[in-house]
């Protein structure tokens, strides 16, 4: 019985797929499965870490336009914000079937810790990645104490 219903190329499952991927475009991609995580599908996917001298930001963003990636930090925060655009000038007229690259605008903000210096940031965007390196302030610097 159930055999018929898989071998369709319109069976129930790809219909309940379909409307998933409705639901989630309607409604969102879901909720954070923590705490510190962000929904899935959230734009650009970016990674965070530090070393003894910065703080790194590397955001995953292939296809924008850097002229047009505003980066701030206001009150220890780095927002991030930008837009997106899958279609090219050549494709306005293209029918489109699938459509999986997410666009239109975006915004993502990152806590910062207390230690960072807002006057020495740099923002690189190459290959894809937006790269964002904040110095932290020399006050914060381990430093090796001479004992008398």
């Keep these: 019985m159930f ?36 929904a899935p599908g959230t734009f650009p996917p970016i990674n965070v870490g ?43 007229k293209a029918s489109v079937y699938g459509h999986e690259r997410p666009s239109g605008s975006f915004r993502r903000a990152v806590n910062l810790p207390d230690d960072i210096d807002p006057a020495r940031v740099n923002a690189t965007y190459r290959d894809g990645v937006l790269h964002v390196s904040i110095a932290r302030r020399e006050s914060a610097q381990p430093r090796r104490i001479s004992v008398q």
């Excluded at 530090?50 to 925060?77: H, L, N, Q």
């Design 3 to 38: 055999e018929s219903m898989l071998s369709h190329p319109g069976s129930l499952f790809s219909e309940l797929e379909r409307l998933q991927r409705d639901f989630d475009d309607w409604f969102g991609r879901g909720q954070p499965s923590g705490i510190r995580a962000v």
């Design 50 to 92: 530090t070393t003894p001298a910065s703080v790194e930001i590397y955001a995953f963003a292939p296809g924008i336009d850097p002229g047009k990636v505003e980066v701030s930090i206001d009150r220890g925060v780095l927002t991030l914000a930008g837009e997106r655009d899958t279609r090219q000038a050549a494709d306005a």
